[in-house]
């Protein structure tokens, strides 16, 4: 029987990094995917593929509605669609295949099958021919992640009733996709067929979108992609939804309460995601789920049993790659004897439409139901000279000040680039930076970032450039 220090059960962004993490400290290491290729949803079916659809589409759209004000002409422009989703699948099969190279630099030992419980300590994994090999663990860090959630009474076709996973590889534009919840999910993959010239339709319970972000973000984002022609249904509660072979209908109540319906060729289902742990068996190990399907742990990862770990979306907090990544290294280092810690305060929020929305730390509304006094400084994207000189003058940086010590609590942003410069905001919070303290740093001009630094500034009303 092979034995290891360190057996990941998980190839995504916590599990892989984990296992890297786990082999740069000296453990004998092992890693175990179901799937035929490593990098779990967000190599696969999640981050990547999404980025590069955006990232395709955005260039279409700039195209279409920018290229002939900035002087360039171009006739008979088209979507080569199937050629977009073979340039998708080639990214992902690249960014899988360097996770492949990346377990063999650090001799990572990959083990193809479904990974199960025997016992807290053994592991067994059986292939595609049902074949069964047991693996001792030492230490396990479970990295599982999660699958798209659901309505009950949605059956899910996975043809025209369909999830982010289908609607990364369709084989046509819609005509119209009906968009059910108006989450990160929902937006990007909605903006990636807006712009290729589907229509699309957005039905969100909650009042706002993006419901967990700041209410200034919900708003100037939901204004921006209502220009872009996205329609938006808010408050809306679905109640059916129905296919025949081309054709989907969605039934709803609106804010008030009367049903209204709606008709489309597809409808994308991105109410969230759920955690996944099905066929790990945890019983056998005797590790604990809680009543939302989440895995318990305590401050350093660990599980109900103390040498098995779980990190990432199979536990509670938000569902992103980079806090998965945060736990697989915490989780690695603590194994080792080290004492890492995270501040899930500054794992920063970002949505990938176009406008782009970045956060970290509080919003208004958590300060607001704190009692912590504070200050608000904020500057529009379009007073920058870098903005009008690419045409991306939508948005504003909004930051969150301590009114006392001027701590900087929050900051919201939406504009072009925004998921990039979000990190100047998580370096500045990280050490605790007040707002004077961005106002004063000299920042390149023109650039986006300067946004941060007259935000800061006008948390004081002294802003230069409005």
Same mark, same amino acid.
């Given at each position: 029987m092979k034995s290891y220090d360190v057996v990941v059960i998980g190839s995504g962004p916590g599990g892989y990094v984990a296992a890297i993490r786990c082999a740069q400290l000296g453990l004998k290491t092992a890693i175990i995917e179901k799937y035929l290729t490593l990098g779990g949803t967000c190599l696969n079916v999640g981050c990547i593929p999404s980025k590069a659809l955006l990232d395709s589409s955005h260039h279409y759209h700039d195209a279409v509605h920018h290229f002939e004000k900035h002087g360039i002409d171009i006739d008979g422009l088209k979507v080569n669609f199937k050629q977009m989703i073979e340039r998708k699948d080639e990214v992902v099969a690249q960014t899988s295949g360097g996770i492949n190279f990346l377990m063999d630099k650090n001799k990572v030992d990959t083990f193809e099958g479904i990974a199960s419980f025997k016992d807290a300590k053994h592991i067994n994994i059986t292939n595609a021919k049902q074949q069964v090999e047991t693996i001792e663990a030492k230490q396990t860090i479970i990295a599982t992640g999660s699958k798209p959630s659901s309505l009950p009474f949605i059956k899910l076709d996975k043809k025209r009733i369909i999830t982010s996973t289908e609607a990364l590889s369709l084989k046509e534009i819609p005509k119209h996709m009906i968009v059910i919840g108006?989450?990160?999910?929902?937006?990007? /993959?909605? !903006?990636? #067929?807006?712009?290729?010239?589907?229509?699309?339709?957005?039905?969100? *319970?909650?009042?706002?979108?993006?419901?967990?972000?700041?209410?200034?973000?919900?708003?100037?984002?939901?204004?921006?992609? @209502?220009?872009?022609?996205?329609? %938006? %249904?808010?408050? &809306?509660?679905?109640?059916?939804? @129905?296919?025949?072979?081309?054709?989907?209908?969605?039934?709803?109540?609106?804010?008030?309460?009367?049903?209204?319906? *709606?008709?489309?060729? #597809?409808?994308?289902?991105?109410?969230?995601?759920?955690?996944?742990?099905?066929?790990?068996?945890?019983?056998?190990?005797?590790?604990?789920?809680?009543?939302?399907?989440?895995?318990?742990?305590?401050? &350093?990862?660990?599980? !109900?049993?103390?040498?098995?770990?779980?990190?990432?979306?199979?536990?509670?907090?938000?569902? /992103?790659?980079?806090?998965?990544?945060?736990?697989?290294?915490?989780?690695?280092? %603590?194994?080792?004897?080290?004492?890492? &810690?995270?501040? #899930?305060?500054?794992?920063?929020?970002?949505?990938?439409?176009?406008?782009?929305?970045?956060?970290?730390?509080?919003?208004?509304?958590?300060?607001?139901? !704190?009692?912590?006094? #504070?200050?608000?400084?904020?500057f529009p994207m379009r007073a920058l000279g870098r903005a009008r000189a690419s045409m991306d003058i939508e948005g504003q940086v909004k930051v969150l000040a301590d009114a006392k010590t001027d701590q900087i609590l929050g900051v919201h942003m939406i504009g072009a680039r925004a998921a990039d410069m979000i990190a100047e905001a998580v370096v500045a919070m990280e050490f605790r930076a007040s707002s004077e303290d961005v106002a004063r740093i000299s920042h390149a001009h023109p650039t986006f970032t300067e946004a941060i630094k007259e935000a800061c500034l006008a948390v004081d009303g002294r802003a230069i450039h409005s």
């Open positions: 108006g989450g990160v999910i929902g937006l990007e /993959l909605g !903006s990636v #067929y807006k712009r290729l010239g589907a229509e699309v339709s957005v039905l969100e *319970f909650m009042p706002k979108i993006i419901p967990a972000m700041d209410d200034m973000l919900a708003r100037e984002l939901q204004k921006a992609l @209502k220009k872009q022609g996205v329609k %938006f %249904f808010t408050g &809306h509660k679905v109640t059916s939804v @129905k296919t025949t072979t081309k054709e989907v209908t969605v039934t709803a109540d609106d804010k008030k309460g009367n049903p209204v319906t *709606f008709t489309g060729d #597809y409808c994308l289902v991105s109410v969230g995601r759920r955690p996944y742990t099905d066929g790990l068996a945890l019983e056998n190990a005797g590790v604990k789920v809680n009543q939302n399907g989440q895995i318990d742990t305590n401050d &350093h990862l660990q599980t !109900s049993i103390s040498n098995i770990y779980a990190i990432g979306d199979v536990i509670k907090g938000a569902m /992103l790659a980079h806090k998965a990544e945060e736990e697989g290294t915490l989780a690695a280092e %603590f194994i080792a004897g080290q004492k890492p &810690h995270i501040d #899930y305060n500054l794992i920063p929020g970002v949505v990938y439409t176009w406008p782009e929305v970045a956060a970290v730390g509080k919003t208004e509304a958590e300060l607001k139901e !704190s009692g912590i006094d #504070y200050k608000v400084g904020a």
